[in-house]
């Protein structure tokens, strides 16, 4: 049973930090591309950072300079470092392990909120 469970969400001022985690389990985790995405209430789910089975990350424009996306193979966990949140990244942020590329399936975590006060 493929399980992702995100972890570290919750309430931050304006130009604080955050870090998220995902573990996971159930999975050959090295052969998964890992994605954090989010989505604020009213709008679609955006993917905010990848990183590929060969540890090529990418993140989305808006938050550049600001979040690093990492993953640990061994421990089969990926995190995402915030810093000098804003508002607007207020959402609920959504762990993906993406195996497609191999044959293996998509899946998704549960979420967890992430407020950022002005």
């Known amino acids: 049973q493929v399980q992702l469970v995100e972890s570290g969400g919750g309430l931050v001022q304006s130009g604080g930090s955050l870090t998220l985690s995902c573990a996971a389990s159930?999975?050959?985790?090295?052969?998964?591309?890992m994605d954090w995405y989010r989505q604020a209430p009213g709008k679609q789910r955006e993917l905010v950072a990848s990183t590929t089975p060969a540890d090529k990350t990418s993140v989305e424009d808006s938050v550049k300079g600001r979040f690093t996306i990492t993953r640990d193979d061994s421990n089969k966990m990926v995190t995402l470092q915030m810093n000098n949140l804003k508002p607007e990244d207020t959402a609920t942020y959504f762990c993906n392990a993406d195996g497609r590329w191999a044959g293996r399936g998509n899946h998704w975590g549960q979420g967890t909120q992430v407020t950022v006060s002005s």
């Open positions: 159930g999975i050959i985790f090295s052969l998964y591309r």
